[in-house]
């Protein structure tokens, strides 16, 4: 059973944006932090952004910082990852999760299937 689905991925040149949609299947989907990692080749998975329950709380991984904002919309059960000023070494898979807690892929039950992101200098 499929309870995330990520999309919005593509291939973008160095300083071009993209938005990534995790779509949950998931109910009560406002019970679940939510969670964007990645993974590029070759290197383990990469925690990037985390929301609260609510949407009240985000953090970041300090080299995404002021690029990437996460978000959720609670009433589509679905999240966001909007990233601007985009860099070569933001190059992987992108993953959505959703679980309890925030900086540890152990924090999280549930997993999407991934979407590539590839930026090109």
């Known amino acids: 059973q499929v309870h995330l689905v990520e999309s919005g991925g593509g291939s973008v040149q160095a300083g071009g944006s993209l938005r990534l949609s995790c779509a949950a299947s998931?109910?009560?989907?406002?019970?679940?932090?939510m969670g964007w990692f990645r993974q590029a080749p070759g290197k383990e998975r990469e925690f990037v952004a985390a929301?609260?329950?609510?949407?009240?709380?985000?953090y970041y991984v300090d080299s995404v910082k002021g690029r990437f904002t996460i978000s959720r919309d609670n009433a589509k059960n679905t999240a966001y990852l909007q990233m601007n000023s985009l860099k070569p070494e933001d190059t992987a898979i992108y993953y959505c999760?959703?679980?309890?807690?925030?900086?540890?892929?152990?924090?999280?039950?549930?997993w999407g299937q991934g979407t590539q992101v590839t930026v090109s200098s």
């Open positions: 999760a959703a679980g309890l807690g925030y900086y540890t892929p152990s924090d999280y039950d549930f």
């Open positions: 998931l109910r009560p989907f406002s019970t679940y932090a």
């Open positions: 929301i609260s329950r609510s949407g009240d709380s985000s």
